[in-house]
DNA sequence: TTGTGTTTTATTGCCTCC
DNA sequence: GGAGGCAATAAAACACAA
Protein backbone atom coordinates (compact mmCIF):
# COMPACT_ATOMS: atom_id res chain seq x y z
CA UNK A 1 0.00 0.00 0.00
CA UNK A 2 1.45 2.96 -1.09
CA UNK A 3 1.38 5.50 2.15
CA UNK A 4 3.42 8.06 0.17
CA UNK A 5 0.92 10.18 -2.10
CA UNK A 6 1.75 13.08 0.81
CA UNK A 7 -1.58 14.38 1.23
CA UNK A 8 -3.68 13.89 3.94
CA UNK A 9 -6.64 15.95 4.83
CA UNK A 10 -7.55 14.61 8.10
CA UNK A 11 -5.99 14.40 11.37
CA UNK A 12 -7.92 13.01 14.31
CA UNK A 13 -5.90 14.88 16.39
CA UNK A 14 -6.98 17.65 15.72
CA UNK A 15 -10.68 16.75 16.58
CA UNK A 16 -10.84 18.96 19.99
CA UNK A 17 -11.89 22.50 20.57
CA UNK A 18 -14.09 24.35 17.87
CA UNK A 19 -12.06 22.90 15.19
CA UNK A 20 -14.34 21.82 12.50
CA UNK A 21 -12.72 18.52 11.45
CA UNK A 22 -14.50 15.54 13.06
CA UNK A 23 -15.95 15.47 16.24
CA UNK A 24 -16.89 11.63 15.97
CA UNK A 25 -15.45 8.60 14.00
CA UNK A 26 -14.96 11.00 10.65
CA UNK A 27 -17.19 8.45 8.73
CA UNK A 28 -17.11 10.64 5.59
CA UNK A 29 -13.83 11.69 5.96
CA UNK A 30 -12.76 8.50 5.29
CA UNK A 31 -15.04 7.69 2.63
CA UNK A 32 -13.31 7.79 -0.38
CA UNK A 33 -9.92 7.36 0.91
CA UNK A 34 -8.70 4.21 -0.87
CA UNK A 35 -9.45 6.11 -4.25
CA UNK A 36 -6.73 8.94 -3.59
CA UNK A 37 -3.91 6.45 -3.32
CA UNK A 38 -2.46 6.85 -7.03
CA UNK A 39 -1.20 10.46 -6.36
CA UNK A 40 1.79 11.64 -7.37
CA UNK A 41 4.95 9.75 -5.82
CA UNK A 42 6.71 11.99 -3.16
CA UNK A 43 8.83 10.75 -0.89
CA UNK A 44 9.40 13.88 0.59
CA UNK A 45 5.49 14.19 1.55
CA UNK A 46 4.35 12.65 4.34
CA UNK A 47 1.90 9.81 4.64
CA UNK A 48 -1.38 9.81 5.38
CA UNK A 49 -4.53 7.40 6.59
CA UNK A 50 -5.19 5.22 3.43
CA UNK A 51 -7.91 3.27 5.04
CA UNK A 52 -10.26 4.31 8.13
CA UNK A 53 -7.91 1.62 9.85
CA UNK A 54 -4.88 3.78 9.61
CA UNK A 55 -7.21 6.30 12.02
CA UNK A 56 -6.81 3.55 14.67
CA UNK A 57 -3.13 2.64 13.81
CA UNK A 58 -1.24 4.00 17.61
CA UNK A 59 1.98 3.73 16.16
CA UNK A 60 1.17 6.18 13.47
CA UNK A 61 -1.09 8.57 15.45
CA UNK A 62 1.94 8.98 17.93
CA UNK A 63 3.77 10.01 14.98
CA UNK A 64 1.57 12.92 14.19
CA UNK A 65 1.89 15.73 16.20
CA UNK A 66 -1.22 17.81 17.47
CA UNK A 67 -3.63 19.77 14.99
CA UNK A 68 -1.72 19.51 11.97
CA UNK A 69 -3.32 20.23 8.91
CA UNK A 70 -3.17 17.89 5.84
CA UNK A 71 -3.46 19.29 2.23
CA UNK A 72 -5.67 17.95 0.15
CA UNK A 73 -4.56 15.29 -2.53
CA UNK A 74 -3.88 16.19 -5.91
CA UNK A 75 -6.73 13.90 -7.25
CA UNK A 76 -9.00 16.21 -4.44
CA UNK A 77 -8.16 19.09 -5.79
CA UNK A 78 -8.43 18.14 -9.16
CA UNK A 79 -11.94 17.43 -8.57
CA UNK A 80 -12.70 20.78 -6.71
CA UNK A 81 -10.80 22.82 -9.42
CA UNK A 82 -13.49 20.98 -11.94
CA UNK A 83 -16.05 21.44 -9.80
CA UNK A 84 -14.91 25.61 -8.88
CA UNK A 85 -14.91 25.62 -12.96
CA UNK A 86 -18.36 24.62 -13.34
CA UNK A 87 -19.55 26.93 -10.32
CA UNK A 88 -17.57 28.87 -8.20
CA UNK A 89 -20.75 29.02 -5.49
CA UNK A 90 -21.36 25.60 -3.74
CA UNK A 91 -25.11 25.11 -3.16
CA UNK A 92 -25.75 22.93 0.02
CA UNK A 93 -26.63 19.97 -2.37
CA UNK A 94 -23.53 20.30 -4.20
CA UNK A 95 -21.49 20.60 -1.03
CA UNK A 96 -22.69 17.29 0.38
CA UNK A 97 -22.14 15.37 -2.71
CA UNK A 98 -18.30 16.86 -2.96
CA UNK A 99 -17.49 16.24 0.00
CA UNK A 100 -18.82 12.42 0.09
CA UNK A 101 -16.93 11.89 -3.18
CA UNK A 102 -13.61 13.02 -2.00
CA UNK A 103 -13.97 11.92 1.45
CA UNK A 104 -14.38 15.58 2.94
CA UNK A 105 -16.08 17.34 5.54
CA UNK A 106 -18.63 19.70 3.81
CA UNK A 107 -16.66 22.71 5.79
CA UNK A 108 -13.57 22.01 4.04
CA UNK A 109 -15.59 21.53 1.00
CA UNK A 110 -16.88 25.07 1.86
CA UNK A 111 -13.79 26.57 3.07
CA UNK A 112 -11.65 25.04 -0.17
CA UNK A 113 -14.46 27.31 -2.38
CA UNK A 114 -14.27 30.00 0.06
CA UNK A 115 -10.24 30.41 -0.48
CA UNK A 116 -10.52 29.36 -4.21
CA UNK A 117 -12.69 32.23 -4.65
CA UNK A 118 -10.38 34.26 -2.64
CA UNK A 119 -7.39 33.46 -4.92
CA UNK A 120 -9.44 33.99 -8.01
CA UNK A 121 -10.27 37.71 -6.94
CA UNK A 122 -6.52 38.03 -6.46
CA UNK A 123 -5.67 36.72 -9.80
CA UNK A 124 -8.56 38.68 -11.52
CA UNK A 125 -6.89 41.78 -9.62
CA UNK A 126 -3.62 41.31 -11.33
CA UNK A 127 -4.92 41.23 -14.60
CA UNK A 128 -7.00 43.73 -14.28
CA UNK A 129 -4.23 45.80 -12.94
CA UNK A 130 -1.98 44.53 -16.01
CA UNK A 131 -4.45 45.56 -18.42
CA UNK A 132 -5.00 49.31 -16.95
CA UNK A 133 -0.95 49.88 -16.81
CA UNK A 134 -0.86 49.17 -20.17
CA UNK A 135 -3.58 51.18 -20.76
CA UNK A 136 -1.93 54.18 -18.75
CA UNK A 137 1.49 53.55 -20.50
CA UNK A 138 -0.38 53.72 -23.51
CA UNK A 139 -2.02 57.02 -22.86
CA UNK A 140 1.05 58.15 -20.98
CA UNK A 141 3.46 57.94 -24.25
CA UNK A 142 0.37 59.09 -26.51
CA UNK A 143 0.46 62.29 -24.01
CA UNK A 144 4.17 62.63 -24.28
CA UNK A 145 3.74 63.26 -28.01
CA UNK A 146 1.38 65.45 -27.82
CA UNK A 147 3.36 67.36 -25.44
CA UNK A 148 6.57 67.45 -28.11
CA UNK A 149 3.97 67.91 -30.80
CA UNK A 150 2.80 71.05 -28.80
CA UNK A 151 5.94 72.27 -28.19
CA UNK A 152 7.12 72.10 -31.45
CA UNK A 153 4.02 74.48 -32.82
CA UNK A 154 4.28 76.78 -30.55
CA UNK A 155 7.60 77.43 -31.83
CA UNK A 156 6.57 77.77 -35.04
CA UNK A 157 4.13 79.78 -33.74
CA UNK A 158 7.14 82.30 -32.12
CA UNK A 159 8.98 81.82 -35.49
CA UNK A 160 6.18 83.03 -37.57
CA UNK A 161 5.23 85.64 -35.39
CA UNK A 162 8.67 87.01 -35.28
CA UNK A 163 8.39 86.97 -39.48
CA UNK A 164 5.43 88.89 -39.40
CA UNK A 165 6.63 91.92 -36.96
CA UNK A 166 9.78 91.62 -39.02
CA UNK A 167 7.49 92.52 -42.14
CA UNK A 168 5.77 95.20 -39.90
CA UNK A 169 8.68 97.15 -38.56
CA UNK A 170 10.13 96.70 -42.10
CA UNK A 171 7.15 98.59 -44.01
CA UNK A 172 6.82 102.03 -42.83
CA UNK A 173 4.13 103.17 -40.37
CA UNK A 174 2.41 106.23 -40.86
CA UNK A 175 2.52 108.28 -37.43
CA UNK A 176 -0.82 109.63 -36.79
CA UNK A 177 0.09 112.78 -35.33
CA UNK A 178 3.55 115.10 -35.39
CA UNK A 179 5.26 117.15 -37.10
CA UNK A 180 6.09 114.88 -40.42
CA UNK A 181 2.72 114.61 -41.21
CA UNK A 182 2.28 113.18 -44.78
CA UNK A 183 0.24 114.21 -47.23
CA UNK A 184 -3.96 112.61 -47.00
CA UNK A 185 -2.87 111.01 -50.70
CA UNK A 186 0.58 109.35 -49.83
CA UNK A 187 -0.69 108.42 -46.09
CA UNK A 188 -3.51 106.44 -48.24
CA UNK A 189 -1.10 104.62 -50.30
CA UNK A 190 1.04 103.68 -47.10
CA UNK A 191 -2.08 102.55 -45.69
CA UNK A 192 -2.93 100.38 -48.22
CA UNK A 193 0.32 98.76 -47.90
CA UNK A 194 -0.39 97.68 -44.25
CA UNK A 195 -3.45 96.79 -44.92
CA UNK A 196 -2.63 94.56 -47.74
CA UNK A 197 -0.16 92.34 -45.34
CA UNK A 198 -2.48 91.99 -42.88
CA UNK A 199 -5.30 90.91 -45.11
CA UNK A 200 -2.70 88.15 -46.30
CA UNK A 201 -2.18 87.23 -43.06
CA UNK A 202 -5.62 86.78 -41.81
CA UNK A 203 -6.63 84.96 -44.79
CA UNK A 204 -3.36 82.39 -44.84
CA UNK A 205 -3.85 83.03 -48.76
CA UNK A 206 -1.04 81.09 -50.58
CA UNK A 207 1.49 83.10 -51.36
CA UNK A 208 1.36 85.32 -48.22
CA UNK A 209 4.21 87.54 -47.74
CA UNK A 210 4.89 86.64 -45.05
CA UNK A 211 4.79 82.31 -45.27
CA UNK A 212 7.82 81.26 -47.33
CA UNK A 213 6.72 78.69 -49.62
CA UNK A 214 9.21 76.36 -48.11
CA UNK A 215 8.47 77.22 -45.07
CA UNK A 216 5.61 75.15 -42.78
CA UNK A 217 2.52 76.40 -43.44
CA UNK A 218 -0.24 77.33 -40.73
CA UNK A 219 -3.32 75.98 -41.59
CA UNK A 220 -5.54 77.31 -38.50
CA UNK A 221 -6.04 81.01 -37.68
CA UNK A 222 -7.89 79.50 -34.36
CA UNK A 223 -6.88 79.47 -31.09
CA UNK A 224 -6.85 75.87 -30.97
CA UNK A 225 -3.52 73.92 -32.04
CA UNK A 226 -6.17 71.08 -32.96
CA UNK A 227 -8.31 70.55 -36.01
CA UNK A 228 -11.91 71.32 -36.00
CA UNK A 229 -14.47 68.17 -36.53
CA UNK A 230 -14.14 69.64 -40.95
CA UNK A 231 -10.75 68.66 -40.73
CA UNK A 232 -11.86 64.91 -40.38
CA UNK A 233 -15.23 64.75 -41.90
CA UNK A 234 -17.84 61.91 -40.92
CA UNK A 235 -15.75 61.32 -37.21
CA UNK A 236 -17.19 62.47 -34.27
CA UNK A 237 -15.23 64.70 -31.79
CA UNK A 238 -15.27 63.10 -28.70
CA UNK A 239 -15.78 64.14 -25.06
CA UNK A 240 -14.52 63.19 -22.13
CA UNK A 241 -17.86 62.25 -20.98
CA UNK A 242 -17.87 59.71 -23.42
CA UNK A 243 -17.99 56.10 -22.01
CA UNK A 244 -15.25 54.53 -23.90
CA UNK A 245 -18.06 52.09 -25.03
CA UNK A 246 -17.56 52.90 -28.98
CA UNK A 247 -14.15 52.97 -30.51
CA UNK A 248 -12.93 55.69 -28.61
CA UNK A 249 -12.13 57.32 -32.56
CA UNK A 250 -11.92 61.00 -31.76
CA UNK A 251 -9.03 63.10 -33.16
CA UNK A 252 -6.18 62.39 -30.38
CA UNK A 253 -6.65 58.64 -31.15
CA UNK A 254 -6.73 59.59 -34.89
CA UNK A 255 -3.71 61.59 -34.98
CA UNK A 256 -1.99 58.86 -32.30
CA UNK A 257 -3.28 55.76 -34.06
CA UNK A 258 -1.59 57.26 -37.53
CA UNK A 259 1.66 58.26 -35.53
CA UNK A 260 1.97 54.41 -34.13
CA UNK A 261 1.39 53.42 -37.33
CA UNK A 262 4.32 54.96 -38.43
CA UNK A 263 6.24 53.63 -36.14
CA UNK A 264 4.73 50.30 -36.47
CA UNK A 265 3.42 50.40 -32.77
CA UNK A 266 0.10 48.65 -32.07
CA UNK A 267 -2.17 51.00 -30.40
CA UNK A 268 -4.08 48.81 -27.15
CA UNK A 269 -6.76 50.88 -26.34
CA UNK A 270 -9.00 50.23 -23.56
CA UNK A 271 -8.25 46.18 -24.42
CA UNK A 272 -10.71 44.85 -21.96
CA UNK A 273 -10.93 41.40 -21.39
C1' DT B 1 20.51 21.81 6.99
C1' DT B 2 18.52 25.97 7.62
C1' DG B 3 16.51 30.31 6.81
C1' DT B 4 13.11 32.52 4.17
C1' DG B 5 9.39 33.33 1.10
C1' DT B 6 5.13 31.38 -0.84
C1' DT B 7 1.06 28.54 -0.88
C1' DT B 8 -2.59 26.15 1.24
C1' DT B 9 -5.83 25.07 4.82
C1' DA B 10 -8.47 26.74 8.41
C1' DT B 11 -10.43 30.20 11.85
C1' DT B 12 -12.52 34.46 13.28
C1' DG B 13 -15.35 38.28 12.99
C1' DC B 14 -18.31 41.00 10.53
C1' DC B 15 -21.90 41.72 7.08
C1' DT B 16 -25.96 40.65 4.22
C1' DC B 17 -29.91 38.12 3.02
C1' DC B 18 -33.97 35.46 3.78
C1' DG C 1 -31.45 34.56 14.14
C1' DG C 2 -29.22 31.25 11.21
C1' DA C 3 -26.69 30.45 6.91
C1' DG C 4 -23.41 31.74 3.90
C1' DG C 5 -20.08 35.07 1.99
C1' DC C 6 -15.91 37.77 2.44
C1' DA C 7 -11.63 39.98 4.44
C1' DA C 8 -8.07 39.41 7.44
C1' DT C 9 -5.22 36.48 9.63
C1' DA C 10 -2.75 32.28 11.64
C1' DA C 11 -0.16 28.52 10.98
C1' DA C 12 1.31 24.28 8.67
C1' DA C 13 3.24 22.66 4.47
C1' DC C 14 6.07 23.35 0.86
C1' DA C 15 9.85 25.22 -2.29
C1' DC C 16 14.24 26.72 -2.82
C1' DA C 17 18.56 29.12 -2.40
C1' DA C 18 22.77 29.43 0.25
Known amino acids: MDHQSGHLFFDPSACHGNMLFLGSG ?11 LSMEDNSKRRPFFSSPGDFYDEEYY ?21 SFETENKL ?20 VWFQNRRARWKTKQLERDYDVLKASYDSLRSNYDSVVKENEKLKSEVV ?32 SVNVKAVEDRLSTGSVGSAVVDDDSPQL ?8 PTESDYPG ?3 QSEEDDGS ?26 WS
Open 26 to 36: GDSVFRGQRTM
Open 62 to 82: DEQSPEKKRRLSAEQVHLLEK
Open 91 to 110: EPERKTELAKKLGLQPRQVA
Open 159 to 190: SLTEKVDTKETTTEVVPISGENLVPPAEAASQ
Open 219 to 226: VDSGDSYF
Open 235 to 237: EAM
Open 246 to 271: DSGQGYYTHVFAEQHEEEGEALGWWV
